[in-house]
T-cell receptor
Framework: KNEVEQSPQNLTAQEGEFITINCSYSVGISALHWLQQHPGGGIVSLFMLSSGKKKHGRLIATINIQEKHSSLHITASHPRDSAVYICAVSGNDMRFGAGTRLTVKP | EAEVAQSPRYKITEKSQAVAFWCDPISGHATLYWYRQILGQGPELLVQFQDESVVDDSQLPKDRFSAERLKGVDSTLKIQPAELGDSAMYLC???????????FGPGTRLTVL
């Protein structure tokens, strides 16, 4: 069993829909990261959080330390949000989930 | 805005050949990471540097892979000889310290024929 599990693996949405991607982890962490990877391969760090909730534009990330669970929400989704979203946890080192491939159709 | 630079962006090679990838982290970032990402999977750490010292290379296949960061700034990852299974995206990241936000480069996509 992977230490970082993401769901769903693939997600297709219509433009404007509210999107949720989930991440569960089974190890102790100092922080949880949400990353965005576009088809070209480059990875952008969206959020680093260790408690509560963070918001940046249309993106919201939440974490529940007790339940070892985090969610990434995208409000009013847009085709340019299409990418792979990766959850990662950092402690002694960084462990990555397999990613959620999001496709937003116009 | 400061970025992590990597080159080349794409590399096609034949098996048994040697390949090398270069990474220049964000200025001032002491920690540098090399990751390998196989299609459809998350990145896997190959090696981590703190300044010029290796702090974790437990997942680096040392029979064919080597990495160095001689002056504690830029870094080179080498594969010799390359094998078909080495085809992947090789990502470099840097951070001010550990733990901390890692900033990723654009990656080098390696195809071994």
């Amino acid at each position: 069993k992977n230490e970082v599990e993401q769901s769903p693996q693939n997600l297709t949405a219509q433009e404007g829909e509210f999107i949720t991607i989930n991440c569960s982890y089974s190890v102790g962490i100092s922080a949880l990261h949400w990353l965005q990877q576009h088809p070209g391969g480059g990875i952008v760090s969206l959020f680093m959080l260790s408690s509560g909730k963070k918001k940046h534009g249309r993106l919201i990330a939440t974490i529940n330390i007790q339940e070892k669970h985090s969610s990434l929400h995208i409000t009013a989704s847009h085709p340019r949000d299409s990418a792979v979203y990766i959850c990662a946890v950092s402690g002694n080192d960084m462990r990555f989930g397999a990613g959620t491939r999001l496709t937003v159709k116009p | 805005e400061a970025e992590v630079a990597q080159s080349p962006r794409y590399k096609i090679t034949e098996k048994s050949q040697a390949v090398a990838f270069w990474c220049d982290p964000i200025s001032g970032h002491a920690t540098l990471y090399w990751y390998r990402q196989i299609l459809g999977q998350g990145p896997e750490l190959l090696v981590q540097f703190q300044d010029e010292s290796v702090v974790d290379d437990s997942q680096l296949p040392k029979d064919r892979f080597s990495a160095e960061r001689l002056k504690g700034v830029d870094s080179t990852l080498k594969i010799q000889p390359a094998e078909l299974g080495d085809s992947a995206m090789y990502l470099c990241a840097s951070s001010l310290g550990k733990p901390g936000t890692q900033y990723f480069g654009p990656g080098t996509r390696l195809t071994v024929l």
